[in-house]
């Protein structure tokens, strides 16, 4: 019996795909490439989970876990001796407790299905992101990611009451507790939080909730100086009385290139400015919170902080104002061979930062195709891209960018985590004891090595 074989028996032969099947799938959301594995399997209970990963724990058979698929970093890309699991089957969505403000998922079910789930409730998950249609709960815990409102809610570390998850050799670590407080001992629910799968596997969470804001304010503000676009969100902060949501940044050329891409006859507002902000705030009194967005939008045009401000009159005109934050196909059809950056650092060093990043891709790549800026100010994290147009002088584009990040004491990773793609520059951002520590944790844990092997380090 062949060990696909052997592993269709524990989920069933419907729930076991390989050859042809599985080559016709694209690899990920970002790559259309054939998915090379000696298979995929689909458990259907935490109780196949676990036959499934203690069977490999005996055969000493690679496993990579998958979620959506949206990763940035090629965590689930395998070899054609890797297997891959999808926690796809594993959806299911307990009702929610509007008293405890918590809700209960498995791992595969997809973010953009928990909101509206929660959201009929009248109740709010903390979490947003582009990919919220195809990326799961357990994917997102995985990662540890970030996205548009963590400034007002925290990353998915902070959603995260209660977990269940599987170690390697099949056992299950359930811990659902629906409360905040529980100082019993470690905390091993933040070691699966951000371990990209390779420490154990997500299999259900205990997920905090919030109160369902009723209001939305939505503006789009242009700015002569960073300056002005720190005073703004210092402002907001304090006078939007705790319901700013999200504050994104876009550098000029970012804002430039999108406009021209996609509504050059009508820009929001005109394109040139250094800076410009893409802000919300979302609240509870329909008519107490539109006044105060407008009188704080005045008064950042009074002092001068804001150069122009355009405010969203209908929900038709907010998408079309995030669509210019969120749309990034045509960027990576111009940027051809795309490099980007998912970085944190302090907000007071960002502009420096972006100056030096400018000149030395100047000064030694000067064949790049331009530098594309955006991100979350709030956290603190940038996205930052450039181009060529070929891949030879990829890496030495890594290196200088990261290189400088180090110099800045930033984060490689900011909110898409290391995977494959950034483990050769972990070190510019974690010490070589932190390293070890982290290399010890997994030895601990997965001692032969079989979850998500070569991701991370
Ligand atoms: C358009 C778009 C916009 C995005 N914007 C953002 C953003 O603003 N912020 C942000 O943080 N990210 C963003 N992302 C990236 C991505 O959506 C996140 O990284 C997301 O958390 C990945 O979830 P996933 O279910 O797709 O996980 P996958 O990509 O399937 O897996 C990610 C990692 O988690 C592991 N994993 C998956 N499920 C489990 C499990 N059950 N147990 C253990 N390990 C598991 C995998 O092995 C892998 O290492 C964006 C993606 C897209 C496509």
Redesign the pocket.
């Known amino acids: 019996m062949s060990r696909l074989s052997e592993l269709a028996a524990i989920v069933g032969e419907r729930h076991a795909v390989a050859g042809e099947e599985l080559r016709a799938r694209p690899q990920?959301?970002w790559n259309n490439m054939p998915t090379v594995a000696l298979g995929l399997v689909k458990p259907g209970s935490v109780a196949e989970v676990s036959a499934v990963l203690a069977y490999c724990d005996r055969h000493a058979q690679p496993v990579?876990?998958?979620?959506?698929?949206?990763?940035?970093v090629h965590?689930?890309r395998g070899t054609p001796e890797t297997l891959l699991m999808s926690?796809e089957r594993l959806n299911t969505i307990a009702p929610p407790d509007a008293d405890g403000m918590t809700v209960e998922a498995e791992?595969g079910v997809i973010l953009e299905t928990l909101q509206n789930k929660v959201q009929q409730a009248g109740l709010r998950f903390g979490l947003d992101?582009?990919?919220r249609g195809?990326?799961?709960v357990?994917?997102?815990l995985?990662?540890n990611?970030?996205?548009?409102q963590a400034m007002r809610y925290g990353v998915?570390r902070d959603q995260v009451l209660g977990l269940e998850c599987v170690l390697a050799n099949g056992t299950v670590l359930s811990h659902l507790v629906p409360y905040t407080k529980d100082n019993t001992g470690y905390d091993l629910r933040n070691l699966?939080i951000g371990a990209?799968?390779t420490l154990?596997?997500?299999?259900k969470a205990v997920l905090r909730l919030h109160p369902l804001p009723r209001t939305v304010n939505t503006a789009l503000l242009a700015f002569d100086s960073f300056v002005g676009v720190t005073a703004a969100l210092r402002s907001m902060r304090e006078n939007l009385q705790g319901t700013l949501s999200s504050f994104e940044i876009m550098w000029r050329e970012f804002y430039d290139f999108n406009v021209e891409a996609l509504c050059p006859a009508s820009p929001p507002l005109p394109i040139g400015s250094p800076f410009y902000v893409l802000c919300e705030a979302e609240g509870f009194s329909e008519e107490a919170d539109a006044e105060r967005f407008e009188a704080v939008m005045a008064s950042l045009l009074e002092e001068g902080y804001a150069a122009d401000i355009v405010v969203a009159q209908s929900s038709r005109q907010r998408g079309e104002l995030w669509r210019i934050r969120e749309e990034?196909e045509p960027e990576v059809k111009f940027f051809q061979t795309m490099i980007d950056f998912d970085i944190s650092l302090p907000i007071s060093a960002m502009e420096q930062f972006a100056r030096d990043a400018e000149a030395l891709l100047a000064r030694d790549i000067p064949e790049n195709l331009g530098l594309h800026i955006i991100g979350h100010l709030g956290d603190g994290n940038l996205h930052v891209t450039t181009g060529l147009t070929s891949p030879e002088r990829k890496p030495e584009v890594q290196r200088l960018i990261y290189g400088l990040i180090a110099q800045y004491r930033g984060s490689i990773s900011a909110?898409?985590?290391i995977?494959l793609a950034k483990k050769n520059y972990l070190g510019h951002s974690r010490s070589a004891g932190e390293i070890a520590a982290m290399r010890a944790i997994k030895a601990a844990l997965d001692p032969n090595g079989i979850l998500?092997p070569g991701?991370i380090f």
């Open positions: 990920d959301f990579i876990v998958e979620g959506g698929r949206t990763n940035l965590a689930t926690m791992a992101l582009g990919g195809s990326a799961m357990g994917g997102l995985s990662t990611a970030g996205g548009f998915a699966f990209e799968g154990g596997v997500i299999t990034f909110e898409h985590g995977g998500n991701k």
